[in-house]
């Protein structure tokens, strides 16, 4: 079992950056793909970006390329999104989660989540 806890979300004018990042517990970090899910109010929940347990393979969504990276650190349990030149429709609760297998967009295969982050993007 993994924990997972987000941080670096707030309040960012458009344009700006935001890094946010995911804390795992456990020892078993490098088991686990991991992907960032984002909802905002009224929509359905989508997949942001996802990594392989070696980072080796990512995803991204059509609507972050180019301006979104992810990224973890296995030594230091930590998962990372770089968020540049935001926009105000990037505004949405963040959420990191992990699953038992291979890399994927879809957010039902996921096993562990984190509580969430707010990002609000004014324009």
């Known amino acids: 079992q993994v924990q997972l806890v987000e941080s670096g979300g707030g309040l960012v004018q458009a344009g700006g950056s935001l890094r946010l990042s995911c804390a795992a517990s456990?020892?078993?970090?490098?088991?686990?793909?991991m992907g960032w899910f984002r909802q905002a109010p009224g929509k359905e929940r989508e997949c942001v970006a996802a990594?392989?347990?070696?980072?080796?393979?990512?995803y991204y969504a059509d609507f972050v390329k180019a301006r979104f990276t992810i990224s973890r650190d296995n030594a230091k349990n930590t998962l990372y999104l770089q968020m540049n030149s935001l926009k105000s429709e990037d505004t949405a609760v963040y959420s990191c989660?992990?699953?038992?297998?291979?890399?994927?967009?879809?957010?039902?295969?996921?096993?562990?989540w984190g509580q969430g982050t707010q990002v609000t993007v004014s324009s």
């Open positions: 990594i392989s347990w070696s980072g080796s393979t990512t």
């Open positions: 456990g020892r078993t970090f490098n088991s686990y793909a």
């Open positions: 989660a992990a699953r038992v297998g291979g890399i994927s967009w879809n957010y039902t295969v996921y096993d562990y």
